[in-house]
């Protein structure tokens, strides 16, 4: 695990080297959006021409609130973007529904589905509670294609990156390294940056990419309906490629930056 603190974009790491990203070094941006209030502002900021939509679960399940969109019963906005074979996906998001202690959402997934087995395809899961405490803690899982359907790796936080407390904001970025055979999680969680990583056995590029990325569902949806899943999504972005740790970091403080003008702390 690698704890990276940010401060004016700089991390502050074990290696005691001094990184910076700047925007030219992150891979292209396939869509990304800052869903506030209403429908006006369900469009892609990044200039990627993505589209994003409530389709087709507008209503009581999936609606828009000041703070974002407000997704329950792993129900929740879509867009039509096709991950690559690397790919980063984050989401800046927090649990909703504090009535209940025990939560398991989908903040987001890649669009690959388990066409073998059973399963949800490459996604990130955000559940509460861990072990006896009630806190969230996200871990991602991928299956490949119809060949190698259930095979499955899964990637599960540190404790440290676990630690978050329902109700609070949290970044979670997902990279996926086909290349390298890594996927990763980061969490950006009261400033503090966390990195968790594993090596797969197997080819991610295998993966069954046919459906867009989605948000607050899982990719083999229709799911089974959850009433303790509820979410509110203020943030979402999507690159193409695996991100490095100064890319996580930028990305994190950019999140930061932008959710600080809706009185949103990350």
């Known amino acids: 695990m690698t704890t990276m603190t940010i401060s ?3 991390i502050a790491n074990p290696n005691v080297r ?11 941006w396939l869509g990304r959006c800052n869903p506030k209030n209403n429908i006006n502002s369900l469009i892609d900021i990044s200039g990627a021409g993505a589209t ?3 389709s087709p679960n507008s209503g009581t399940i999936s609606y828009f609130t000041p703070d974002g969109i407000f997704t329950s019963k792993n129900r929740g906005f879509t867009s039509d973007i096709l991950a690559t074979d690397n790919v980063s996906i984050y989401s800046v998001h927090k649990q909703q529904d504090l009535t209940y202690s025990k939560m398991n959402a989908i903040p987001f997934n890649d669009g690959s589905q388990a066409t073998t087995g059973t399963g949800f395809g490459t996604c990130l899961t955000e559940i509460s509670p861990r072990n006896s405490d009630i806190v969230m803690y996200a871990n991602g899982f991928v299956y490949y294609d119809a060949a190698d359907g259930t095979k499955r790796a899964t990637l599960n936080n540190t404790e440290e990156a676990a630690n978050v407390t329902p109700g609070d904001w949290v970044f979670r970025l997902e990279s996926l390294d086909a290349l390298n055979y890594q996927m990763i999680i980061y969490t950006g969680y009261k400033g503090i940056l966390y990195k968790t990583l594993t090596q797969s056995a197997w080819d991610l590029s295998l993966r069954n990419k046919t459906q867009p990325i989605r948000f607050g569902y899982a990719p083999n949806s229709p799911a089974v309906p959850d009433a303790t899943s509820s979410l509110i999504t203020a943030e979402v972005g999507v690159l193409a490629g695996a991100v490095t740790d100064a890319m996580a970091a930028k990305l994190y403080t950019e999140a930061r930056a932008l959710q600080a003008l809706s009185g949103i702390s990350v």
Do not use: T
């Open 18 to 28: 001094r990184i910076l990203a700047v925007e030219a070094d992150l891979p292209a």
């Open 8 to 10: 004016d974009g700089v």
């Open 52 to 54: 994003f939509s409530l």
